[in-house]
């Protein structure tokens, strides 16, 4: 069970797949996208407290642009916007592509995926005059049953969801509604962020859970007077492109559209950290002074990566970073 935090559910996770796999054949490098510093450090004791390593940390930005360079949606677009819509937050950033330089970025919490699930929770309530949830349990199905009700309005005009309190029926106009007024908050913010990087967007790419949400691209498209992209899948953009980027090899033919993008500056020096340092920094019991994982761990010993393609590692080195216990 995992402690709590996406931390923490990332690197059970991870553990469960490669425990899985050990069967089957070894699984050669692990990417994860982090947000900022804190998350990175985050991550990174947790992947230790589940005796992983070998994996590889990318940054948001550019594991979004891999993924996007692979998938040729970008066309010749050279300034591009990122609304990134998740369960806590919307962050936008605006980026240069060819080089990866972020030329402006902010974040709000005025909308987010369980701030919107929130207000379906409580216009279901007002509207039914259901009462309340007695308790965790009952909350937590709500919520649950809210979140499907938006989800499933993506592609469809209205949604009769059943839960143990009841149906609830919401249609695509009252789920509007609902969320105009946080949805032109933030693309407010997206204008100011633009503003102040002194660049003129070529393009909005809709990241995260929630730009599946019809408003969110249409009031993005006449409010800012620039294309929208929604890619396949855009929740897990940022994943796919820290796995891409933690493949040993890039296959023949893997170019992209674009040349890959190197970030503006490093982030601050690398420490020498082994995933036992890191354990006891998160407050886990300390383990033996190996410099090498604790035995028992999932990792098969037989799956350690080449280093990174050389040609990512060049154009990406000062904001990726690999466990240590990779170059052993």
């Not at 796999?21 to 004791?45: E, I, L």
């Not at 909350?139 to 469809?156: F, G, I, N, V």
């Not at 009769?160 to 946080?182: M, N, R, Y």
């Not at 037989?302 to 080195?317: F, H």
């Amino acid at each position: 069970m995992a402690r709590g935090g996406p931390e923490e559910l990332a690197a059970e996770s991870i553990g469960t797949v490669l425990a899985e796999r050990a069967d089957t054949g070894p699984v050669s490098a692990v990417g994860v996208a982090y947000q900022d510093r804190a998350q990175a450090g985050a991550v990174r004791a947790a992947l230790a407290r589940q005796q992983l390593g070998n994996y590889l940390l990318v940054p948001e930005v550019p594991a979004a642009l891999r993924t996007l360079e692979v998938s040729g949606v970008l066309a010749d677009h050279a300034t591009l916007v990122f609304y990134d819509l998740g369960g806590s937050g919307v962050t936008v950033t605006v980026v240069d592509r060819s080089t990866g330089m972020v030329l402006g970025t902010a974040r709000s919490d005025r909308i987010s995926g369980d701030h919107i699930d929130r207000l379906i929770r409580e216009h279901h309530l007002d509207q039914t005059h259901t009462t309340r949830p007695a308790d965790a349990a009952a909350q937590l199905a709500l919520d649950t049953q809210c979140r499907h009700a938006k989800e499933r309005l993506s592609t469809s005009g209205a949604v009769c969801v059943p839960g143990e309190g009841g149906l609830l029926l919401l249609s695509q106009d009252t789920f509007d509604a609902l969320i105009a007024g946080p949805v032109e908050t933030s693309a407010h913010l997206t204008g100011e962020v633009i503003g102040r990087s002194g660049r003129t967007p070529d393009a909005v790419v809709l990241i995260g859970g929630g730009a599946r949400i019809p408003l969110i691209r249409s009031v993005m498209e006449s409010r800012l007077g620039l294309p929208v992209i929604v890619p396949g899948q855009p929740e897990l953009l940022t994943a796919e492109g820290a796995a891409l980027l933690a493949r040993p090899e890039v296959p023949a033919g893997d170019t992209g559209t674009a040349p890959l993008p190197s970030p503006a500056a490093p982030p601050p020096e690398r420490t020498e950290t082994t995933p036992e340092t890191a354990a006891e920094e998160a407050g886990a019991p300390p383990g033996p002074r190996t410099g090498r994982r604790p035995q028992g761990r999932r990792w098969p010993r037989e799956a350690q990566p080449t280093p990174i393609a050389p040609e990512l590692a060049s154009r990406y080195r000062h904001s990726v970073e690999w466990s240590d216990d990779h170059w052993q």
